[in-house]
Every structure is written in C-alpha cells, then in structure tokens.
C-alpha cells in the first residue's frame, strides 16, 4: 500500500506521529482502529479529521525529490490497493457495457445491428473514463490513503457499478431521440407513459452522474484540507481548486437538469411528449461551454508555475 506520509506503515496505525517516532500511537487517535466497533460516531470522526491530526507530512526534502507533472508535484507515485481496486471496478463496469446483450453476432444482419450499438457504447465509454480519469489525476496528485480518501472512494466505485447499467439505458434512449431512431434503444417504452417514464429514466440517470461528480468533489475538497500536510504550493492549490470546482459544475449540471425533471412532471401527464420530456438533458451539453469558460477564467488567476 502507498505510503501517505514519510513512514512507511506496516501496520494499521503506522501513519501517526507517534508510530514514526518510535512511541506507541494512542489508540482513539488512530484513523483504522474503531470504526466498526464504534459505528457512525467513528464514521463521521474519521470523516471529519483532518490530515494533520494522523500525523501526515511530507518534509522539504522529499517534496524536493518528487516529479512533476503539468506543475504539480507527483506525490502518488506508487499505486495503492485502495486505486488498485478502483481502476478493476471501473474496468468491470466497462465489461458490463460490452457484455450487457448475450451473444455475440453470428449473421450479417446480426452483426450490422450490433454495430448500430457503438455510438452508446462510445459515449458510455467517455463518461466513465472522465470520472476514472478524475480519479486517477487525484490519486497521483495526492496520493491519499487515509480513511476518508477510502470511504468516498469506495462510494465512488458503488455508485459506478449501481449507475453503469441506467447509463446505457438511458444513454441509448437519447441517442434514439437525437438520431430519429438509427440508434437502438435499450430502455423500452411504450404506450401513452412512455414520455413521461422516459423522464423518470433521465432522473435517474442524473443522480448517478450528480453523486459520482459529488464525490470526486468531495476527495478534491480532503485534499485541500490536507495542502498543509501535504505541502502543497499555491500553483498546486489553485490547480486542486480548479479540479474540485469542475467537479462542482459537473454536479450542478445534474441537479439543475433533475430539478427540471420534477418542475416538469408537475404538469398534467398527458401533455408530455418525447421533446418536453428530453428538454432537461440539455444541461449536459452545456458542460460544453460551462467548463471552457470556468477554465479560461481560473487560467487566468493562476499564479506562476514554480
């Protein structure tokens, strides 16, 4: 397991002051000792403890000899079994996506109605790699190990692996829309409801992509907690306060879009059609704007990189 501190810990208190000190830690301070014994009051102690308080620094010297990437001081380089894990749910979840229809082609026919499927499986594709891509940055900027690096990273994996099989579901459903029906879809509906379930399918689909932006956001913001512990410049901090706000963005995006979904399901059912109920998934592509301006805008008060 990767070191997040300059001890190595060979045990499950190691990281503490004390420990690399040669005296033995104090139990209750000890961030891996009693939280299943202690239930929610131990969840929400380990939640809340900041970096410092686990003994966490790194020293002059070893930042010195770390590498740097786009400016930021690689602080992650060895892989820990906690990212290991991660990276093998993200992969498991991209084998849902292939795997999720039986067989594979055997006709012609077959075949070119598989490859009317790509365009979801693509889109799908990105999605997940943004958020695992979100997640390695994070672990090779900070390298994190304590417990609540590993509670909200863990929540990312279970909100993956609930989300991965509405993605492609509702994913395919708007292709379907956007393409006049070229591209198949996996979320069948049908009868005078069927605009109406359809909303309820993008509600979904916005709380799974809300909570996987929320949590991201969430180990963005531990880090910042940690800049002293952690030793982070003011480049550094201005690049993990960037990270966290795309972070941000991309969960508003999810709120305002779910927000909408219940203002509009207000209305009388039998006025829904396929383009009203569509309408809050237009958040999404506003992403494509939102994030380059807030890009541009924090480019330009970044201080200089050292």
Known sequence: MRSVSPCIRPRACSSSWAYCSGLEPVRADCANIGAP?????????????????TGMQWSVEQLAGLPREDGFRLRGQQVTRLETFVDAAFAFALTLLVIFFETLPTTY?????????VPTFVLCFVLLAMFWSAHNRWSRRFGLDDFASTV??????LVMLVYVYPLRMVVSSGLWLATGGFVPTELVLTGPSAPYDLM?????YGFGFGAMAFLLWLLNRHALRCADALG????????????????????TSAAV???ASFALLAMP???????????????????????????????RRRPEMP
Do not use: N
Not at 200 to 204: H, S
């Open 152 to 157: 909200w990273s863990l929540g990312l994996v």
């Open 269 to 299: 059912r039998e006025s829904f059609t396929y383009l009203l109920s569509s309408l809050p998934m237009f958040a999404y592509p506003a992403l494509g704007i939102a994030i380059p301006v807030y890009g541009k805008w924090r480019e």
């Open 37 to 53: 014994s202690l239930g929610v009051g131990a969840l929400l102690y380990g939640l809340a403890r900041g970096c410092a308080e």
């Open 257 to 259: 879009s779910i927000g």
């Open 232 to 251: 982070l410049d003011a480049f550094e901090r201005h690049e993990a306060g960037t990270e966290k706000g795309v972070q941000a963005i991309l969960a």
């Open 109 to 117: 026919d077959e075949l070119r109605e598989a490859l009317r499927r």
């Open 200 to 204: 309820w399918a993008f509600i979904i």
